[in-house]
Structures are given as structure tokens and as C-alpha cells.
């Protein structure tokens, strides 16, 4: 499948599903404008999602989104998928939301219709997914980027919040995530400016995990994707949610959170499998249970 794919085309996808017989998780009929998706690693158990829509440097128009969040869904429900990777081009992971769509949009439609409502799905996917940010992660493009579990950039990545620029604020999460991430004085300089950050910088400060070359990213990515995917996926997602409640609970609450969470390991196959193949000195057979 990845010979087959590996220039990510429609067409391709639609074949590498017939020839693999995946009848779970791709529809057939699956045909993104905006995304190429296919699946990576060894034992083709991460999910890619290339965001492709290069001549606006992967502003993330409405349809992008859509597609976005229905390639997050198939991956989700596909149970041979451990983990999934969201990447961009060697340009642009994402020069933002798109500010053609949004240029006339009035108060009324914004409010009244929820606008961008829907891009929180990303950071609601209970399987891990890793993003991969060569180029330009600005405005939107960031935010998507700190949805992700883990950021790895190419060395000449740049993160941004230039909103300001445009005379509005971040609105999916950078004022927050980003604060999160790398604390106030450089978030503050970031959202009040619009001054993007390198890689280095972006790494120094917490904000990614790895700086890798521009061309080995994605498989950088896509490795760190199969080590996750070789573990238990329930357990997994539940390491996830114990990490993730860390933004969001006072520290008694979410180690309460995690005891609980730890303890309900004791009650699943794979703790045990874990466990026993350590103690018998042989390697781990994970059944997802
Ligand atoms: C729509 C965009 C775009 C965007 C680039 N393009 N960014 N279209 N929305 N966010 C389009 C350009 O209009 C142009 O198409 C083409 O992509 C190439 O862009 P250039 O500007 O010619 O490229 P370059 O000179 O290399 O400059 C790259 C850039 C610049 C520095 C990334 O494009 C830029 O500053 N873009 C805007 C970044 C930004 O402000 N992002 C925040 C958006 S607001 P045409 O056809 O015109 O030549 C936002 C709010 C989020 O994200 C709120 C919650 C989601």
C-alpha cells in the first residue's frame, strides 16, 4: 500500500482499499479534495493525513475541516490504527484559517452560527495523533497544530499567532493552548504581536517535542506513531485522557483521576499480558482488551 500510495492520490486511496480489502473504516467512495490520507509503518497502523491544498498554502478553508474531521473519524474506528499523523506540505502545515472565507462574515453570522464549532474534533480523538509541522503553522494552522498530542517540526518550521495583524484574536484555542505550552510572556509576545517563533525557539520553549530535518519529518513522525500503535490502544487512550486532564483539573482532582484510571488497567487483558510477558521475559501480545 505504500508504493501503491505514495503519491497519495484519490484514486489511489480508492484502489489500496479494493487491493487491501479494507473493508472497515474507508468508503470505497472516499474522495477528498482537500486531504490525502492513507495509512503508514511497518504494520500499516498509523493513520496520515496530509493537509493538500497547496496554492492557499493549507488555509483551512470550511471543506478542508470537514474532510479533516471525516479522516479523523474513519482512523478512530478503524481498530487496526494506533496512531495518526497530521502533516502539511514542506511549505505550509497551515498558513491559518482562511481569511478569503472569513473576510465578509458578519458578527451575527458568527455568533448566531457557531462558527468554527467544528474544529475541536481533533482535540476530542481518543487515539494519539501526532503533528508534523514543516513551513508555516500560523494563526489556525498553530492551533491545529497544539490540538495534536505531540508536535514534532522540520527545521525550518514556524509557529505563529498573527491574528492580530488582521484586527481579531486566536479562536480556536491559541490563547490558551499556547499559554499553556509556553507560559505567559512569550504566548503574550506571540497573540500582541503576531511574530512567529523557529522550530529551535518553538522547542526551547516547550511547545514541540522534536526538531527534525525538513525531509525526515514525517517519518520521524510516523515512527513515533508505530511505537505508539505497538502498545495497548485501550491503554493507551487512557494514558492519553490521564495527560490531557492535567490541563484542565487541579492537581488533587487529576491525580485522583489518574489513580482511577491506573487502577482500571488491573482490570483489563492487556495489563496482564504486559505484566506476565515482562515476568516470563518474552515480548508482549497486546489484544487491544
Ligand atoms: C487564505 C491564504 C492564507 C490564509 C495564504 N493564503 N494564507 N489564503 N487564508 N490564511 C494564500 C494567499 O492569498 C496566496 O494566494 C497563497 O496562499 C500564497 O500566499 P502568499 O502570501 O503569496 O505567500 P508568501 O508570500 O510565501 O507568504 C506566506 C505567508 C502569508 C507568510 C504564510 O501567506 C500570510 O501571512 N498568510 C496569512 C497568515 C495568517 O494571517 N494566518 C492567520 C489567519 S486567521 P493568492 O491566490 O491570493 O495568491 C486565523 C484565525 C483562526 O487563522 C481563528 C480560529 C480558527
Given at each position: 500500500?505504500?508504493t501503491?500510495c505514495?503519491?497519495?492520490?484519490?484514486?489511489?486511496?480508492?484502489?489500496?482499499?479494493?487491493q487491501?480489502g479494507?473493508?472497515r473504516?474507508?468508503?470505497?467512495?472516499?474522495?477528498?479534495?482537500?486531504?490525502?490520507v492513507?495509512?503508514?509503518?511497518?504494520?500499516?497502523?498509523?493513520?496520515?493525513?496530509?493537509?493538500?491544498r497547496?496554492?492557499?498554502?493549507n488555509?483551512l478553508?470550511?471543506?478542508?475541516?470537514?474532510?479533516?474531521?471525516q479522516?479523523?473519524?474513519?482512523f478512530?474506528?478503524?481498530?487496526?490504527v494506533?496512531?495518526?499523523v497530521i502533516?502539511?506540505?514542506e511549505?505550509?502545515?497551515a498558513a491559518?484559517?482562511?481569511?478569503?472565507?472569513?473576510?465578509n462574515?458578519?458578527f451575527q453570522?458568527?455568533y448566531?452560527?457557531?462558527?468554527?464549532?467544528?474544529w475541536?474534533?481533533?482535540?476530542?480523538v481518543k487515539k494519539?495523533v501526532i503533528?508534523?509541522v514543516n513551513g508555516y503553522a500560523?494563526?489556525?494552522?498553530?492551533e491545529?497544530?497544539?490540538?495534536?498530542?505531540?508536535?514534532?517540526?522540520?527545521?525550518k518550521?514556524?509557529?505563529?499567532?498573527p491574528?492580530?495583524?488582521?484586527?481579531?484574536?486566536?479562536g480556536?484555542g491559541?490563547?490558551?493552548?499556547?499559554?499553556r505550552?509556553?507560559g505567559?510572556?512569550?504566548a503574550m509576545?506571540?497573540v500582541?504581536?503576531g511574530d512567529?517563533v523557529?522550530a529551535?525557539?518553538?522547542?526551547q520553549?516547550?511547545?514541540v517535542?522534536?526538531v527534525?530535518?525538513?525531509?525526515k519529518?514525517?517519518d520521524?513522525a510516523?515512527?513515533?506513531?508505530?511505537?505508539?500503535a505497538?502498545?495497548?490502544?485501550?491503554?493507551v487512550?487512557m494514558?492519553?485522557?490521564a495527560?490531557?486532564a492535567a490541563f484542565e483539573?487541579?492537581?488533587?482532582?487529576g491525580?485522583?483521576?489518574?489513580?482511577?484510571l491506573f487502577h482500571?488497567t488491573?482490570?483489563?487483558d492487556?495489563?496482564?499480558?504486559?505484566?506476565t510477558?515482562?515476568?516470563?521475559?518474552r515480548?508482549t501480545?497486546f489484544t487491544?482488551n
Amino acid at each position: 500500500m505504500a508504493t501503491l500510495c505514495r503519491g497519495f492520490s484519490r484514486i489511489c486511496l480508492h484502489k489500496c482499499v479494493i487491493q487491501q480489502g479494507l473493508h472497515r473504516g474507508y468508503s470505497a467512495g472516499a474522495a477528498y479534495q482537500y486531504i490525502l490520507v492513507e495509512k503508514k509503518g511497518k504494520y500499516q497502523n498509523v493513520g496520515l493525513i496530509q493537509l493538500n491544498r497547496p496554492k492557499a498554502l493549507n488555509a483551512l478553508c470550511d471543506g478542508l475541516m470537514t474532510e479533516l474531521n471525516q479522516a479523523l473519524e474513519t482512523f478512530e474506528g478503524d481498530p487496526h490504527v494506533g496512531a495518526i499523523v497530521i502533516t502539511g506540505s514542506e511549505k505550509a502545515f497551515a498558513a491559518g484559517a482562511d481569511i478569503k472565507e472569513m473576510q465578509n462574515r458578519t458578527f451575527q453570522e458568527c455568533y448566531g452560527g457557531s462558527f468554527l464549532s467544528h474544529w475541536n474534533r481533533v482535540s476530542t480523538v481518543k487515539k494519539p495523533v501526532i503533528a508534523a509541522v514543516n513551513g508555516y503553522a500560523l494563526g489556525g494552522g498553530c492551533e491545529l497544530a497544539m490540538m495534536c498530542d505531540i508536535i514534532y517540526a522540520g527545521e525550518k518550521a514556524q509557529f505563529g499567532q498573527p491574528e492580530i495583524l488582521l484586527g481579531t484574536i486566536p479562536g480556536a484555542g491559541g490563547t490558551q493552548r499556547l499559554t499553556r505550552a509556553v507560559g505567559k510572556s512569550l504566548a503574550m509576545e506571540m497573540v500582541l504581536t503576531g511574530d512567529r517563533v523557529s522550530a529551535h525557539d518553538a522547542k526551547q520553549a516547550g511547545l514541540v517535542s522534536k526538531v527534525c530535518p525538513v525531509d525526515k519529518l514525517v517519518d520521524e513522525a510516523i515512527i513515533c506513531g508505530e511505537k505508539i500503535a505497538s502498545n495497548s490502544k485501550l491503554i493507551v487512550s487512557m494514558a492519553k485522557e490521564a495527560v490531557n486532564a492535567a490541563f484542565e483539573l487541579p492537581l488533587t482532582e487529576g491525580n485522583r483521576l489518574e489513580k482511577r484510571l491506573f487502577h482500571s488497567t488491573f482490570a483489563t487483558d492487556d495489563r496482564k499480558e504486559g505484566m506476565t510477558a515482562f515476568v516470563e521475559k518474552r515480548k508482549t501480545n497486546f489484544t487491544d482488551n
